[in-house]
């Protein structure tokens, strides 16, 4: 079983940037792929950024394609999403999700997630 717990989220205006992380349980971080994931209220979750388990591999949503970075300290078992030049359509609640096997990171089938964090961006 893995646990998932997540921080630094919060509220930012427009244009500033917000790093959320996601710290794992257990010492097998480095068998996980590792992605997020948001929901904005009344829409569907969807797919924002994953890492492969070595960090060698890297998967990003085309709206936060050169905004947003993940990365991961497999040391400190912890994945890491900097967020950079934020717009009101990014806020919703952001979720990280662990899974063992690779493929298509933008699949929704995730082994586990976390409690999810809000980011909330103001205009």
């Known amino acids: 079983q893995v646990q998932l717990v997540q921080s630094g989220g919060g509220l930012v205006q427009a244009g500033g940037s917000l790093r959320l992380s996601c710290a794992t349980s257990g010492r097998t971080f480095g068998s996980y792929n590792m992605g997020w994931f948001r929901q904005a209220p009344g829409k569907e979750r969807e797919f924002v950024a994953a890492?492969?388990?070595?960090?060698?591999?890297?998967d990003y949503a085309d709206s936060v394609k050169g905004r947003f970075t993940i990365s991961r300290d497999n040391a400190k078992n912890t994945v890491y999403l900097q967020m950079n030049s934020l717009k009101p359509e990014d806020m919703a609640v952001y979720y990280c999700a662990a899974r063992l096997r690779g493929g298509d990171y933008q699949s929704h089938s995730y082994d586990y997630w976390g409690q999810g964090t809000q980011v909330t961006v103001s205009s």
């Open positions: 890492i492969s388990r070595t960090g060698g591999i890297t």
